[in-house]
């Protein structure tokens, strides 16, 4: 792997962990018990910072100081997340803070090296505000809002549908969130309730590449 990854590694590596950060479960409890505030669909990069601290403070790396703060961190992070500047050694920081799998790790670096065999497309609400107004009318009002949203297609190596996956993140009225799988119905607010990890439906005569 190079050292000096192009911008097309570091901007879709950064997508890829941002995903990975925001997705409910282990690795967003680790950042949010950090975060004074926090707003839906957000990073709280100061909240990464102190957390990559604290695994610095318990897991004291031989090269640099021990007793490093979490503002000394913060523009590290806010560069690495942003895919403005995702150095190797920033990179596997993060990936030791929060202990990603080997599978992940796997594909973090291969976004960071620029592979192109896989790739991250990320982008805002495509539906425009008339759009809603138009859906409303026929519908009904918004029995909640999908705060994020990840869809994963994975293809084996003879290029055939292997598996895919998604996950939502849910708000439903103004102080509950929902998070969770969109197969799994919630009786009281008609939408995905939370789920401890991703569901997968896997499609038959592959495995994932």
């Not at 941002?18 to 669909?41: C, D, I, K, S, T």
């Not at 990464?48 to 790396?61: D, K, S, T």
């Not at 990179?91 to 990603?100: A, E, S």
């Not at 138009?134 to 290029?159: E, F, K, N, W």
Request: net charge positive.
């Amino acid at each position: 792997m190079t050292d000096a990854p192009s911008e097309f590694g570091r901007r879709a590596a950064a997508s890829y962990l941002r995903e990975l950060l925001l997705r409910p479960g282990r690795y967003r409890r680790v950042w949010e018990q950090h975060a004074v505030r926090l707003r839906p669909g957000a990073i709280n990069q100061l909240a990464v910072a102190e957390a990559v601290a604290q695994h610095l403070w318990n897991h004291p790396r031989a090269a640099g100081p021990s007793d490093v703060v979490a503002h000394q961190l913060k523009d590290t992070v806010a560069r690495a997340l942003s895919g403005r500047l995702v150095s190797r050694s920033a990179l596997q920081l993060l990936i030791d803070t929060f202990g990603l799998t080997g599978q992940e790790q796997e594909r973090l670096w291969r976004l960071w090296s620029g592979s192109r065999s896989i790739s991250v497309l990320a982008g805002d609400n495509p539906l425009s505000p008339e759009s809603f107004s138009a859906v409303a009318r026929v519908m009904g009002p918004r029995r909640h809002q999908t705060l994020s949203m990840h869809d994963h297609v994975y293809v084996g190596p003879d290029g055939r549908l292997a598996s895919t996956s998604d996950l939502r993140d849910s708000r439903s009225g103004p102080q509950r969130v929902c998070d969770g799988p969109r197969s799994a119905t919630c009786l009281d607010c008609r939408h995905p309730r939370p789920a401890r990890r991703r569901q997968s439906r896997g499609a038959p005569g592959g495995r994932g590449a």
